[in-house]
T-cell receptor, first 118, second 111 residues
Framework: GAVVSQHPSWVICKSGTSVKIECRSLDFQATTMFWYRQFPKQSLMLMATSNEGSKATYEQGVEKDKFLINHASLTLSTLTVTSAHPEDSSFYIC??????????????FGPGTRLTVL | GQNIDQPTEMTATEGAIVQINCTYQTSGFNGLFWYQQHAGEAPTFLSYNVLDGLEEKGRFSSFLSRSKGYSYLLLKELQMKDSASYLCAVSEIANDYKLSFGAGTTVTVRA
């Protein structure tokens, strides 16, 4: 099946620094990727939709200036958490549809990035 | 919008059967997914239903009733490795096919 990778798998940073997380589709092209955040014992919350060649669309309540998304190519989307604070500590997961459009897309998830802000 | 409800926790013994129910409310239903997520890992795809009925895949089966806004995931011959969180997710046409997830059901399999 389709493979999605994320890097890094975990990161610890100081408060106020920025952290970049990469999401790659390894064996297929993804014009759309999704970024989720998951706090302990909670479900996945969609943060934004990353669109290749255009601006990302953010869910209500997600600060676009704090969570910068760049979809640089058909296989790479990056999420940058700017000026991170302890409350941003979470599990960040990306996903990509396994087909180019269509109602039967299955989203394939990356392995996730555990961010801890001290 | 969607209201996706599933039980928080379930416990069963090895070799048994467990059924995880999921109810949802949507407009423009476009399919229901079940994912398995082990602690600290990303979700992995289990099943997809868009038409009414039962989809069987080995030990796992998923059922959908669109008129009732109801689905269940059936896990048979439970194994210890099945201990995980099971997420029900709904795709909605009006929502650009994005997935909305339920809170997940933590299944604990005991020996």
């Amino acid at each position: 099946g389709a493979v999605v990778s994320q890097h890094p798998s975990w990161v610890i940073c100081k408060s106020g620094t920025s952290v970049k997380i990469e999401c790659r589709s390894l064996d297929f092209q993804a014009t759309t990727m999704f970024w989720y955040r998951q706090f302990p014992k909670q479900s996945l919350m969609l943060m934004a939709t990353s669109n290749e060649g255009s601006k990302a669309t953010y869910e209500q309540g997600v600060e676009k200036d704090k969570f910068l998304i760049n979809h640089a190519s058909l296989t790479l989307s990056t999420l940058t958490v700017t000026s991170a604070h302890p409350e941003d500590s979470s599990f960040y997961i990306c996903s990509a549809p396994g087909q180019a459009g269509g109602s039967t897309d299955t989203q394939y998830f990356g392995p996730g990035t555990r961010l801890t802000v001290l | 919008g969607q209201n996706i409800d599933q039980p928080t926790e379930m416990t069963a013994t090895e070799g048994a059967i467990v059924q995880i129910n999921c109810t949802y409310q949507t407009s423009g239903f476009n399919g229901l997914f079940w994912y398995q997520q082990h602690a600290g890992e990303a979700p992995t795809f289990l099943s997809y239903n868009v038409l009414d009925g039962l989809e069987e895949k080995g030990r796992f089966s998923s059922f959908l009733s669109r008129s009732k806004g109801y689905s269940y995931l059936l896990l048979k011959e439970l194994q210890m490795k099945d201990s995980a969180s099971y997420l029900c997710a709904v795709s909605e046409i009006a929502n650009d096919y994005k997935l909305s997830f339920g809170a997940g059901t933590t299944v604990t399999v005991r020996a």
